[in-house]
C-alpha cells in the first residue's frame, strides 16, 4: 500500500532519513506550506519566504528525479492549515494509513506528530555529525557539560584539524588571536546575492499579501533558495572572507552589517548545505595555505562544537528547556524589540539591521539585544520568542539554547558557566556604535550614563548570592567593592529609575 513521506519545510536534503527510507516506486512525498508553521511565532517575512521558495524549489527537483510529491500551497483552497491535518487528508485522498518522517526539529511538532491517528515512523534527523547517541555518552556521567571538551572529542571522532592524536598546531583554541575590533575603513566583501527568479517571485507577493504586518522587511530579498545557489554562498566565504574571520569575529561596526561572517546558518538549518562538508571545505582552505588556522579552527569550532553542542542539548533537556526561567526574570520585552524608538544607538542599529535582513551576527545577539534584555531582567520566554520569530536562521533546537541558555542565562549554567553580561565598554571596545549615541558610555550615572553601565552592576547585585562564588565573576563584585559607597547607590538608584520609565513606556 502506498505510504506517506514528510518532508518538512526545514529538512529539504535529498538524502533526508525519511526519503532514505521510502520508495520512490510507491510512496508519495507531502509536502505543504501551512498557516500553522508559518504563525506560531511573527516570522519574519523574509524567512517565511526563504523557507516557502526554497520548499516550492526542493519540491520541483524531487519530482525530476522521479518522486510523486503532493504538494500544498499555502492559498490552496483545501489546505488544512497544520502539519497533522495535511497529512490526514492526504491519508484519506490516497488510502493511505502508514506515515515516514524524520523528526522535527522542535518539540511542538515532534508532539503534534505523535498525536496524529496514523501508523508514524519517526526517523532520527541524520544531517548532523554527532548522532543523539553520540552526544549523549559524551554527556552521560559528567557533572558539567562544557562545549570545549565535546569539541575536542567531536575533533578527535572526526579527524578535523588533527594532526595525529594531537591537535594541528598544537592547540585546541586559538581564539586569542582573534576577536579584534574592527575599523570604519576595514574592507568587507558584499554577501552575494540571487535577484529572485520565477519560483521566488510569486512567494514574496505571498507573503507580502499575507504576511506584510509582521515585523520585518521583505524587500530587497537575494538569499540563496537551492542547494546549488546555498553553495555558491560557501564558496563566496571561503574565498573572499574566511581568511580574516578569526580576526573580525566578534567587530561590530554600523557601517558594515555583515564583515567577514559565512551568512549560512539558514542554509545549513534547512537542510541546502551539509555541516561536515562545510568543516571540511573550510579545512581543506587551511591545508592549502588560503587561510590562516586562528580563522580555520574559530570557524569550524563553531559548526563542529558550538552547532552540535546546542543540538545535543535541546533534546537531552526536554520540552520544558525554552520556557525555563532560573533567574526569575519578569519584565516585558520592550517595544523598542520591535522596532519602536530608542536613544540607545547599539540597540536601535541591531534591531534596524534585525528588521532589515533577517540577520545579526552573533556578537550582535548575544552582547547587544541579549545582553541588554538579561541585565534589565526581561522574562527569557518573550526574548526566545523573538528570536524565535526575527532570524532567518531560527528554529527551536539551535534557537533555544542559544537564547535561554547563552544568552539569558535561564537554564541556570547548562550552557554556559557564567552569563554573558556587560557595561558599555565592551560594546564600545568592540563597535562604533557608541560615538553616535545620545548616552555617553564613559559617563557611570547621571542623564547621560550608559544604560549598561547602570544595568551591569544592577543585575550583579540582584543576583549577588547566585553569582559571588563563581570563580569566573569574583573580580567584577571586587571591583564593586572597590566603589565608593554613595556611588554604587547612585548607580542602583539610577538603574531601578532607568528600568521604571522604560516599563511605563517611555523612550529610553
Ligand atoms: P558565522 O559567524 O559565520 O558562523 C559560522 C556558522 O557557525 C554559522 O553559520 C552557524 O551554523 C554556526 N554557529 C556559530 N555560532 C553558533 C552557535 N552559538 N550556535 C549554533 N551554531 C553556531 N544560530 C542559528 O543557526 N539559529 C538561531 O536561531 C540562533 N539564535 C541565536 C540566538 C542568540 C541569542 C545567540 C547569541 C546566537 C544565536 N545563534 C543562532 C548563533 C549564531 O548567532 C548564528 O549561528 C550566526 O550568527 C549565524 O550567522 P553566520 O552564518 O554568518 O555565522
Ligand atoms: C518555519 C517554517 C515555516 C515558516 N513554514 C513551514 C511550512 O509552511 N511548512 C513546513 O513544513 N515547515 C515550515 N517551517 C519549518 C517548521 O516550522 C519546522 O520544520 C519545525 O519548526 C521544526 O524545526
Ligand atoms: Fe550602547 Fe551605551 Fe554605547 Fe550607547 S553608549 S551605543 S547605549 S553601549
Request: with cysteine; aromatic share 12%.
Amino acid at each position: 500500500m502506498v505510504r506517506l513521506v514528510l518532508v518538512l519545510g526545514d529538512q529539504l536534503t535529498p538524502s533526508v532519513a525519511a526519503l532514505k527510507a521510502a520508495d520512490k516506486a510507491r510512496d508519495r512525498v507531502v509536502m505543504a506550506e501551512v498557516a500553522d508553521e508559518a504563525g506560531y511565532v511573527p516570522h519574519h517575512p523574509k524567512k517565511i519566504a526563504l523557507i516557502f521558495a526554497a520548499m516550492r524549489k526542493f519540491a520541483e527537483a524531487l519530482r525530476a528525479d522521479g518522486w510523486t510529491v503532493d504538494y500544498t500551497r499555502l492559498d490552496d483552497m483545501d489546505n488544512a492549515g497544520s502539519i497533522p491535518g495535511e497529512l490526514l487528508r492526504r491519508a484519506d485522498q490516497h488510502g493511505a494509513s502508514e506515515v515516514i518522517a524524520t523528526r522535527p526539529g522542535e518539540w511542538r511538532l515532534i508532539e503534534a506528530l505523535d498525536d496524529v491517528p496514523l501508523d508514524l515512523t519517526l526517523l532520527e534527523d541524520d544531517r548532523f555529525i554527532a548522532s543523539h547517541k553520540t552526544f549523549d555518552d559524551w554527556a552521560e556521567g559528567r557533572k558539567a557539560l562544557r562545549m570545549e571538551y565535546f569539541y575536542r572529542e567531536m575533533r578527535r571522532k572526526t579527524g578535523l584539524l588533527m594532526d595525529g592524536d594531537q591537535p594541528e598546531g598544537g592547540q585546541w583554541n586559538y581564539d586569542h588571536e582573534n576577536r579584534k575590533p574592527a575599523s570604519d575603513d576595514l574592507f568587507a566583501p558584499k554577501p552575494l546575492w540571487f535577484a529572485p527568479d520565477d519560483t521566488v517571485q510569486p512567494v514574496l507577493d505571498l507573503v507580502s499579501e499575507r504576511f506584510g504586518e509582521n515585523f520585518g522587511t521583505l524587500e530587497p530579498f537575494g538569499f540563496a533558495t537551492d542547494a546549488e545557489q546555498a553553495g555558491k554562498v560557501l564558496d563566496h566565504f571561503v574565498k573572499h572572507s574566511l581568511p580574516s574571520f578569526g580576526d573580525y569575529q566578534d567587530a561590530m561596526l554600523a557601517g558594515n552589517r555583515f564583515l567577514y561572517h559565512a551568512l549560512i546558518s539558514a542554509y545549513l538549518n534547512i537542510g541546502l548545505l551539509d555541516p561536515l562538508e562545510v568543516c571540511k571545505r573550510v579545512e581543506q582552505a587551511y591545508r592549502d595555505g588560503h587561510a590562516p588556522l586562528n580563522a580555520v579552527e574559530g570557524f569550524i569550532r563553531q559548526i563542529l562544537g558550538w552547532r552540535e553542542f546546542m543540538r545535543g542539548i535541546y533534546f537531552r533537556e526536554g520540552p520544558d528547556y525554552p520556557r525555563r526561567n532560573q533567574l526569575n526574570h519578569q519584565r516585558k520585552l520592550p517595544p523598542l524589540y520591535w522596532g519602536a524608538q530608542t536613544r540607545m544607538n547599539c540597540l536601535h542599529l541591531a534591531v534596524a539591521q534585525t528588521r532589515d535582513e533577517a540577520y545579526a551576527h552573533h556578537i550582535q545577539r548575544l552582547m547587544i539585544t541579549g545582553n541588554f534584555a538579561l541585565i534589565a531582567g526581561i522574562n527569557p520566554a518573550e526574548v526566545h520568542d523573538w528570536y524565535l520569530s526575527v532570524y532567518l536562521d531560527a528554529f527551536e533546537w539551535v534557537e533555544a539554547p542559544n537564547t535561554v541558555g547563552m544568552s539569558q542565562f535561564a537554564d541556570g549554567g547548562i550552557v554556559g558557566s557564567k552569563p554573558y553580561v556587560s557595561s558599555g565598554n565592551y560594546i564600545d571596545r568592540m563597535s562604533d556604535y557608541c560615538g553616535d549615541c545620545h548616552y555617553s558610555v564613559k559617563a557611570k550615572t547621571g542623564d547621560k550614563a550608559c544604560p549598561f553601565n547602570l544595568l551591569y552592576w544592577a543585575f550583579l547585585i540582584r543576583h549577588r548570592e547566585r553569582f559571588e562564588g563563581n570563580p569566573r565573576m569574583a573580580q567584577m563584585y571586587r571591583t564593586w567593592e572597590r566603589m565608593d559607597e554613595d556611588h554604587r547607590a547612585t548607580v542602583l538608584n539610577e538603574a531601578e529609575a532607568f528600568l521604571d520609565r522604560m516599563s511605563r513606556g517611555e523612550t529610553v
